[in-house]
């Protein structure tokens, strides 16, 4: 009886470190998520190695496992660029990105975790300076503020892909200029626009003006036509319809012939 407690205690022991094993060997991934294993006796990252997904693995317990998420992430990115003449500019954007999961090994090794602060906000903020400094703030406040997103979107593209960083859109959500400059734009801008609209009525007035001119020129032509087409002798023939006609109704008149200009029948009614 004594030698049982001698025999369990090891047995203890030895469940206890089995535990401890396991719970240090056992690694869950979330949803949207990848692990980067760092193998500590066997160089650290391997690069060409696939990333650990989602689920539940078992590593040696002297490794360990690097969680990246990899969902489409989004940074909020407030600039101040000089425009082409040099005047002060804010941009509000948001950076919508996420690591290149194939190259998730090479993203650690040379960047780390940290590549979010080391490579891509350093990249859109030179983007940005490069961009802006091309346009003057009217174009940044009105006509050209798509055109200057796609480019900055471009440019910082270029630098972050090879980092092996996905950036998928950037958004300009507001672009804030000096309160001056901003004042004498938007009065500019009011200006065209009224100017644009008594443009506008001044063509509308002479379109009308136009369709009025068309219209009387018509009954003149139709006119002038119908008065050629009536010569003595129809009016005449028209003249002796309307006497028959007349002279076909009951009531009573008087018609004397051949009394009216051009021989035309003067017709005296009872009344």
Do not use: C
């Amino acid at each position: 009886m004594e030698k049982l407690p001698k025999i369990g205690l090891p047995i203890l022991i030895g469940i206890i470190l089995l535990i401890i094993v396991l719970a240090k060997s056992a690694v869950t991934l979330d949803s949207g998520h990848a692990g980067i294993l760092y193998e500590t006796l066997n160089g650290g990252v391997d690069p060409d190695r696939d990333p650990l997904g989602p689920g539940f693995h078992i590593i040696a317990p002297w490794n360990r496992v690097i969680d990246y998420e990899t969902r489409q992430q989004e940074v909020p990115e407030k600039m101040s660029v000089l425009s082409s003449n040099g005047l002060d500019i804010k941009l509000d954007a948001s950076v919508l990105y996420q690591p290149d999961i194939k190259n998730l090994g090479r993203l650690h090794n040379q960047k780390g975790e940290s590549y979010l602060s080391r490579v891509l906000q350093p990249a859109i903020r030179s983007a940005a300076r490069s961009v802006v400094g091309r346009y003057t703030p009217e174009q940044l406040y009105s006509s050209k503020r798509d055109a200057i997103q796609e480019e900055i979107y471009e440019e910082t593209k270029k630098i972050v892909e090879p980092q092996f960083i996905q950036l998928n859109d950037i958004l300009i959500r507001d672009v804030t200029l000096p309160p001056t400059i901003k004042e004498a734009i938007e009065r500019k801008l009011k200006q065209e626009q009224e100017s644009l609209e008594y443009e506008f009525r001044l063509v509308t007035a002479q379109k009308e003006a136009e369709k009025v001119i068309i219209e009387a020129q018509g009954k003149a032509d139709a006119n002038r036509i119908l008065s050629a087409s009536l010569t003595d002798k129809i009016l005449q023939d028209k003249g002796i319809e309307a006497t028959v006609k007349l002279s076909e109704s009951p009531n009573s008149k008087v018609i004397v012939i051949g009394s009216g200009d051009s021989g035309m029948p003067i017709i005296l009614g009872n009344q």
